[in-house]
């Protein structure tokens, strides 16, 4: 299980103090901040872009190890289409709801199955698993159900051929039951580094 320490709005030292602490993989959600931060971060860490991206901004991809918000078909062909002319593969997460939140994007379950098979044929991206989000302050039975359903996303994928091995779920709210559902990768901010303000 890998730990992505979430550095949304904690500046570069946070990097720094973490990364001293042995974290390796950093989450940011937004390319913007991402960009910013990285001028003042010269340890090797992994980058992860944990949060929706405009399909004009593509190409900022380039800076990422890992896009965990891959959330519309849209969004998969602008990806695919991208690396594809940048001669690469992009490693990305499904992005599923399996609460059915109208807040939430990504694909439910019952939709995955075709988005699947339809990935398949994208060859610039190469599917690594999912991710989901957890309902805010749900109970425990909710979460543990959400959290499942992400790992039955995770099989949809690899039946239809996908390297899907990732199940990235798990925040400062829920992660010890994301933990005890399989997550692989946990995306903790508040925990780390104290209440956003
Ligand atoms: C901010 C954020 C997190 C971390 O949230 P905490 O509750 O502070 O741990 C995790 N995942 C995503 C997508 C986020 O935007």
Not at 100 to 107: F, T
């Amino acid at each position: 299980m890998t730990l992505v320490a979430v550095t949304k709005t904690v500046g570069a030292a946070a990097v720094h103090a973490a990364y001293a602490a042995g974290v390796r993989d950093v989450g940011e959600n937004t390319v913007q901040e991402a960009a910013r931060k990285r001028l003042d971060v010269s340890e090797p860490v992994r980058w992860h872009l944990i949060g929706h991206l405009q399909r004009n901004k593509v190409k900022a991809l380039e800076a990422f190890d890992l896009f965990h918000a891959l959330d519309s078909a849209r969004l998969a062909d602008a990806v695919d289409a991208w690396a594809r002319g940048a001669a690469r593969t992009m490693s990305v997460l499904v992005q599923v709801n399996v609460s059915g939140e109208a807040s939430k994007g990504g694909w439910s379950l019952a939709a995955l199955p075709l988005e699947a098979e339809r990935l398949r044929t994208r060859s610039g991206l190469a599917v690594r698993g999912v991710m989901t989000m957890a309902p805010f302050d749900a109970d425990t039975r909710t979460l543990r159900a959400c959290f499942a359903g992400a790992r039955y996303a995770r099989e949809i994928l690899r039946d239809a051929g996908h390297p899907a091995e990732e199940l990235s779920m798990g925040m400062s709210q829920d992660f010890e039951i994301a933990v005890e559902e399989g997550a692989t990768l946990v995306r903790l901010g508040t925990t780390l580094f104290g209440a956003r303000h």
